[in-house]
């Protein structure tokens, strides 16, 4: 079996960098994914001014050393990212 997934969206907020006592770096971030919200038809919802209203689910997300490096040093609130990586609860 394998376990991989795919995840595109936006960055909630700028990711934190920390590192153990054994020295490994660990950085993380909140990662928002969304989608159209629909109605019990399944058609598309649309709010008060015309807008598709969005559904937004929040993942953690979790790298380690050398990426979790150059995630903090380039990443930002707001950006579009891509992470494949593997679901571990």
């Given at each position: 079996m394998t376990n991989i997934v795919l995840l595109?969206?936006?960055l909630g907020a700028d990711p934190e960098l920390?590192?153990?006592?054994?020295?490994t770096e660990i950085a993380v971030?909140?990662?928002g994914t969304s989608r159209p919200k629909r109605d019990?038809?399944?058609k598309t919802y649309k709010d008060e001014s015309g807008f598709t209203a969005k559904d937004t689910e929040?993942?953690?997300i979790t790298c380690f050393n050398g990426l979790?490096?150059?995630i903090a040093q380039h990443a930002s609130k707001g950006m579009l990212v891509s992470v494949k990586g593997r679901?571990?609860?």
């Open positions: 595109v969206g936006n920390r590192s153990t006592n054994g020295g971030f909140n990662l019990s038809e399944g929040w993942h953690r979790g490096r150059v679901i571990h609860y």
